[in-house]
């Protein structure tokens, strides 16, 4: 009898996802060049060398010398490619690393797994207070992020929280971040689009919201997890502020505080700084080119209810 409500559940499903599919294909028209597009294409050619220019100059520097860099030359005389090599055992970069792998990891498996329910509950469920709740969580996002640091802080030290204090363990850089206001909001916005004669096809076959959430809105709402996967990627990975304030010693720093590891009393060693900046982007930028499709149509989708 489950075998039977599970094949027609799935198979309803189907059937839905490939309508839906269907309904999204819009069909293009060959592109023509026009001459009223040219300001278009200056604005954007402007556009792209602005934002190129940092990666090149971030690249350049890194293959320079000190003396070049102080000298600010454009491009260096001859590339040094060991200053990466220098930079990785200097900072002990390996160890960071690891480090920000294991931080990124954690937090991203809790984010989803906080964002995916409460943006169910917000889609798709009715109890009372839901619309004002959600209200004053997206009120939230108007809070700067420095601003809970000091709160923050005084939890993880250990002055309320019965267990003791955070500081310098996994804990203490994982657990703040593993809810989001915009990452909730995101995917709440998808799940309102999906339709409800899945639901109701659902409830039929005995399904209840777990088994709607995990068998259904979850196989169709990818994109959007995967938009909400990326960010907060970016966002774990790029942290600096609240690392380098609740650790003290090496043990769990992850690569944006090895970095600062450069920087010393006789001045920053700007080639070796730059050289690890581009160690440190390289995971993002592998991690987007791999989900850059689902990141631009989960982005596309998210407002739009079906």
Not at 131 to 140: P, S, Y
Not at 208 to 233: D, G, Q
Not at 270 to 289: N, R
Request: proline content about 6%; overall charge positive.
């Amino acid at each position: 009898m489950d075998n039977t409500k599970s094949n027609k559940l799935t198979g309803t499903y189907a059937k839905t996802e490939a309508s839906v599919a269907t309904s999204k294909r819009i069909r293009t028209e060959p592109y023509q060049f026009r001459l009223v597009h040219l300001p278009i294409y200056f604005v954007l050619l402007v556009g792209a060398i602005l934002a190129i220019t940092p990666f090149f100059y971030m690249i350049s520097t890194s293959l320079m010398t000190l003396g070049e860099t102080i000298n600010r030359q454009l491009l260096p005389a001859v590339p040094q490619f060991d200053n990466y090599a220098v930079a990785w055992n200097e900072a002990r970069f390996s160890q960071y690393f690891l480090n920000s792998v294991i931080i990124t990891a954690v937090t991203i498996t809790g984010l989803l797994f906080t964002s995916i329910l409460a943006g169910y509950a917000f889609a798709r469920i009715e109890f009372p207070g839901r619309n004002v709740i959600f209200m004053m969580l997206l009120a939230t996002m108007m809070i700067p992020g420095t601003v809970t640091f000091i709160p923050n802080f005084i939890l993880i030290r250990g002055d309320v929280i019965p267990w003791g204090s955070w500081i310098n363990s996994l804990p203490a850089l994982t657990v703040p971040f593993m809810a989001h206001a915009f990452s909730i909001f995101l995917l709440r916005q998808f799940f309102m689009g999906i339709p409800n004669d899945l639901w109701d096809a659902a409830r039929i076959d005995g399904a209840e919201h777990a088994r709607f959430l995990t068998s259904v809105v979850i196989p169709m709402s990818k994109p959007v997890v995967m938009t909400v996967t990326l960010l907060s990627f970016i966002a774990s990975w790029n942290n600096f502020l609240w690392p380098l304030l609740v650790t003290t010693t090496p043990k769990w720093r992850p690569l944006m505080v090895g970095l600062w590891t450069f920087v010393t009393e006789a001045g920053p060693e700007t080639q070796l700084l730059m050289a690890g900046a581009v160690i440190t982007i390289i995971p993002v930028l592998i991690i987007y080119f791999i989900t850059q499709k689902q990141f631009t149509e989960g982005i596309a989708t998210s407002g739009l209810k079906g």
